[in-house]
């Protein structure tokens, strides 16, 4: 029922930033977990950062330090995206937990609400 829409994706020079937003279709969405997930042409979707909804957070090693994921108390989802690299380039996704009773994961077989995605292209 309910659509989650990213945005913010863009083709910058190693060593920039960007930050991307997920925004759901609901007036006020808060499941149980939200997560960013990447995929580069040819390889296998992977997660990047997830969020609960207490605020508690985590991260893939290969993001550490540079990225922050980050929710509002309504509909939004952050990714803060600092010194990108080449490696970094894909498509990301927001994706979203409602079923409780499950801790959060970066397993994709645990989101059971997904964006369509937003490019993200990082230039050297």
């Known amino acids: 029922q309910v659509q989650l829409v990213e945005s913010g994706g863009e083709s910058v020079q190693s060593g920039g930033s960007l930050r991307l937003s997920c925004v759901a279709s609901?007036?006020?969405?808060?499941?149980?977990?939200m997560a960013w997930f990447r995929q580069a042409p040819g390889k296998e979707r992977e997660w990047v950062a997830l969020v609960g909804r207490d605020g508690l957070t985590s991260y893939n090693d290969s993001v550490k330090g540079r990225f922050t994921i980050s929710k509002d108390n309504q509909k939004t989802m952050y990714l803060q995206m600092d010194n990108l690299q080449p490696e970094d380039t894909g498509v990301y996704f927001c994706?979203?937990?409602?079923?409780?009773?499950?801790?959060?994961?970066?397993?994709?077989?645990?989101?059971?609400?997904w964006g369509r995605g937003t490019q993200v292209t990082v230039s050297s």
């Open positions: 994706a979203a937990r409602e079923m409780e009773f499950v801790q959060c994961g970066p397993e994709k077989s645990l989101y059971d609400r």
């Open positions: 609901a007036i006020i969405y808060r499941p149980r977990c």
